[in-house]
């Protein structure tokens, strides 16, 4: 099972990170299986960074195998959608932007990728879905599918060009504005709608 997360896909985080234009194409990278963290648990901040940011973003998972789908035919290669968290190391991102070298380190560390149940499309709005998070009970990020640069039927089409997508691959589409730290004790909840997909803290 793969795990492929999508950068740069909402052009107000792209202005928050101080990046310029849009991609021409989806840009993507991998975290582990590691990475999942499931049912609510507690996220623990790791020891190795000082600076540890939260990234909301919608999850979808792959139901057929495939490679090099056309983007008419990739609705077809999904059903469900969740609600994840990429968490980012930024400080060693940054390090590692500096020195040129690739920054796995950053986004692939144990339990940096969160992760609700699945629900079905139709029942969350199809092609057309909101989401939020708060963070201390307050709305830190909002967004709709409608904001992506890059649709999930365009990135399925991409990617597959590049490597076989696999039943149980899991997809997560970028983030929008609103990017921010966490810190121990620190109480982060997510919704697809007004449907509460997951609710943990960082301990």
Same mark, same amino acid.
């Given at each position: 099972?793969?795990?492929?997360?999508?950068?740069?896909?909402?052009?107000?985080?792209?202005?928050?990170? =101080?990046?310029?234009?849009?991609?021409?194409?989806?840009?993507?990278?991998?975290?582990?299986?590691?990475?999942?963290?499931?049912? !609510?648990?507690?996220?623990?901040?790791? #020891?190795? =960074?000082?600076?540890?940011?939260?990234?909301?973003? *919608?999850?979808?998972?792959?139901?057929?195998?495939?490679?090099?789908?056309?983007?008419?035919?990739?609705?077809?290669?999904?059903?469900?959608?969740? *609600?994840?968290?990429?968490?980012?190391?930024? #400080?060693?991102?940054?390090?590692?932007?500096?020195?040129?070298?690739?920054?796995?380190?950053?986004?692939?560390?144990?339990?940096?990728?969160? /992760? =609700?149940?699945?629900?079905?499309?139709?029942?969350?709005?199809?092609?057309? /879905?909101?989401?939020?998070?708060?963070? !201390?009970? =307050?709305?830190?990020?909002?967004?709709?599918? @409608?904001?992506?640069?890059?649709?999930? @039927?365009?990135?399925?089409?991409?990617?597959?060009?590049?490597?076989? *997508?696999?039943? %149980?691959?899991?997809?997560?589409?970028?983030?929008?504005?609103?990017?921010?730290?966490?810190?121990?004790?620190?109480?982060?909840?997510?919704?697809? %709608?007004?449907?509460?997909?997951?609710?943990?803290?960082?301990?």
């Amino acid at each position: 099972m793969k795990i492929i997360c999508i950068g740069w896909n909402y052009d107000d985080h792209n202005r928050e990170m =101080s990046r310029d234009g849009r991609p021409e194409a989806p840009i993507f990278f991998l975290k582990p299986d590691t990475a999942l963290l499931r049912d !609510n648990k507690p996220f623990f901040l790791p #020891d190795f =960074s000082e600076r540890v940011e939260y990234e909301c973003e *919608l999850v979808y998972r792959i139901d057929r195998i495939g490679k090099n789908i056309a983007e008419r035919f990739a609705h077809r290669y999904y059903s469900q959608v969740a *609600l994840g968290i990429d968490f980012t190391a930024r #400080d060693l991102q940054a390090e590692c932007r500096r020195s040129g070298s690739p920054w796995a380190i950053a986004k692939a560390f144990d339990n940096s990728a969160v /992760i =609700s149940e699945f629900v079905d499309l139709q029942a969350v709005g199809g092609q057309h /879905i909101g989401f939020s998070l708060y963070k !201390n009970g =307050s709305q830190v990020q909002s967004a709709s599918t @409608d904001d992506m640069i890059f649709t999930i @039927d365009k990135i399925i089409a991409y990617v597959s060009r590049y490597m076989t *997508l696999k039943i %149980g691959d899991l997809i997560y589409t970028g983030t929008p504005s609103g990017v921010g730290t966490v810190a121990i004790g620190d109480n982060l909840r997510g919704l697809i %709608g007004d449907k509460e997909m997951f609710d943990f803290f960082v301990r």
